[in-house]
């Protein structure tokens, strides 16, 4: 079992930055891949960025590619996500998850079992 808390979250003008942090409890959480993902109001949750168990890979939606930046330190049980260059179709509430099933695409939201509250991200133009 793992818990996740998300913080970080605010109002930004374009071209901005913010950095979320998802602060775990539980001992399995190094085990897993971890992901953020985002929902913007009347729209399905999507995939923004996925660092491996390991920390070795990441991956990342093409909306956000060299913009974003995930990662994660295990000693602290923390993922971060570092957003710079932010546009106004970013604003969404971002939740932190972990993947508990190691096969498949870490974009698959369904092979996620655990999810944060979410933080609520606003991009102003």
């Known amino acids: 079992q793992v818990q996740l808390v998300e913080s970080g979250g605010g109002l930004v003008q374009a071209g901005g930055s913010l950095r979320l942090s998802c602060a775990a409890s539980?001992?399995?959480?190094?085990?897993?891949?971890m992901g953020w993902f985002r929902q913007a109001p009347g729209k399905e949750r999507e995939f923004v960025a996925a660092?491996?168990?390991?920390?070795?890979?990441?991956a990342y939606a093409d909306s956000v590619k060299g913009r974003f930046t995930m990662s994660r330190d295990d000693a602290k049980k923390v993922v971060y996500l570092q957003m710079d260059s932010l546009k106004p179709e970013d604003t969404a509430v971002y939740y932190c998850?972990?993947?508990?099933?190691?096969?498949?695409?870490?974009?698959?939201?369904?092979?996620?079992?655990?999810w944060g509250q979410g933080t609520q991200v606003s991009v102003s133009s």
């Open positions: 539980g001992r399995d959480f190094s085990r897993y891949a």
């Open positions: 660092i491996a168990w390991n920390g070795a890979t990441t």
């Open positions: 998850a972990a993947k508990n099933r190691p096969l498949g695409k870490v974009s698959d939201k369904k092979l996620y079992g655990f």
